[in-house]
Nanobody
Framework: QVQLVESGGGLVQAGGSLRLSCSASGRSFSSSAMGWFRQAPGKEREFVAAISGLGTTYYANSVKGRFTISRDNAENTVYLQMSRLTPEDTAVYYC???????????????WGQGTQVTVSS
């Protein structure tokens, strides 16, 4: 049974940083695309960042230059380093994984339960 478990969310002041982690179990995702999405209250879930099984990274324009996605294949874990956070980054952040090597924003197969990130002004 595949599980994705996010951690690292919390409350942070504007301008601060947080690092989210997503630990996968049930199968290896070392060659799979993994990504982060977020959903703010009253809004649809949106893409944040992804990393392919080949290590290619993708970012939403709103987080480019502030967020960094990385992975540790030995630990079956993907990270999202977030810096220069603003209140607009407040959302539930979800980890997702694909069976495929390649990122496809609309085709993630597995999802975590989410972790809350709240940025105060």
């Amino acid at each position: 049974q595949v599980q994705l478990v996010e951690s690292g969310g919390g409350l942070v002041q504007a301008g601060g940083s947080l690092r989210l982690s997503c630990s996968a179990s049930g199968r290896s995702f070392s060659s799979s695309a993994m990504g982060w999405f977020r959903q703010a209250p009253g809004k649809e879930r949106e893409f944040v960042a992804a990393i392919s099984g080949l290590g290619t990274t993708y970012y939403a324009n709103s987080v480019k230059g502030r967020f960094t996605i990385s992975r540790d294949n030995a630990e079956n874990t993907v990270y999202l380093q977030m810096s220069r956070l603003t209140p607009e980054d407040t959302a539930v952040y979800y980890c997702a994984a694909r069976r495929s090597t390649y990122h496809d924003i609309g085709s993630y197969d597995y999802w975590g339960q989410g972790t809350q990130v709240t940025v105060s002004s």
